[in-house]
């Protein structure tokens, strides 16, 4: 399991002005506009410039990077700074950049609830026999205080047959607490359906085609019997004669 990154730091600008209007000219200023919660706070309307919101969560470790907000007012005067995640990023369907954040104040040592994406590696024996190997859960819920969270939770799969393995099979580091049932599915390994399915068929086709062939014995059987009933007839006219 990858180890964890530390925070990252970006500048924010509270905003004075709230409401759609704000947001909107913020974004027609350049500005990404935001809210910070969290922390039993009010919530504060603040701006983050685009590139420095892009280089926080397209990091390691994602959205799950803690960030360092270093706040200033409109004048540029320092205001103090917060600790949080990235928890909503709103983006454009069309541009598909940043269009809003809403950011939750933690502190940094202090355990959290966060969702780490799940990865497998290694090649199991039913992969290799044909079978489909399907994550039935891509994200799992642990807690963890955020500056130790690990970039991603691995499972080996090697060897694995057909099946599925569970939660309870996952290896945890130090610090990281699942939160997932245990005996939830995480990995399937199935045969595809589409070769379930020719294999059904292979085994009915050859019962179907007996079950055809007997109609048809028993046809040319009867041929012959209603042949010697029409010359029946002829035998006993020759005996009146």
């Known amino acids: 399991m990858p180890g964890p990154t530390g ?31 969290g922390m039993k706070k009010e919530p504060l309307t603040i701006t983050v410039e685009p590139r420095e919101l892009a280089r926080a969560v397209t990091g390691p470790l994602r959205r799950n990077a803690v960030i360092t907000l270093h706040l200033k007012d409109a004048a540029g005067k320092a205001q103090g700074s917060r600790h949080v995640l990235v928890r909503e990023l709103q983006i454009h369907p ?28 290694g090649k199991s024996q039913a992969v290799q026999d044909g079978a489909k190997l ?3 859960v891509r994200t799992l819920n642990v807690m963890v205080v955020p500056t130790e969270v690990p970039e991603k939770i691995t499972l080996d799969v090697t060897g694995q047959g057909f099946g599925v393995m569970r939660a309870s099979q996952l290896t945890m580091t130090k610090g990281v607490t699942l939160l997932d049932a245990p005996e ?24 179907e085609g007996a079950a055809a062939a007997a109609p048809a014995d028993g046809k040319a059987a009867a041929a012959p019997a209603a042949g010697a009933a029409k010359d029946a007839p002829k035998a006993d006219d020759k005996k009146k004669k």
């Open 94 to 121: 069309v541009r598909r950049s940043a269009s809003h954040v809403d950011f939750l104040e933690i502190n940094p040592t202090e355990p959290a609830h966060m969702k780490v994406p799940l990865e497998v590696y």
């Open 134 to 136: 399907q994550l039935v």
């Open 7 to 37: 925070p990252v730091a970006i500048s924010a600008t509270i905003r004075s002005k709230q409401g759609k209007g704000a947001s909107r000219q913020a974004r027609l200023a350049g500005a990404v506009p935001a809210v910070i919660y």
């Open 184 to 207: 939830i599915p995480v990995v399937s390994v199935r045969m595809p359906r589409g070769d379930k399915e020719e294999a059904a068929a292979a085994v009915a086709a050859p019962a």
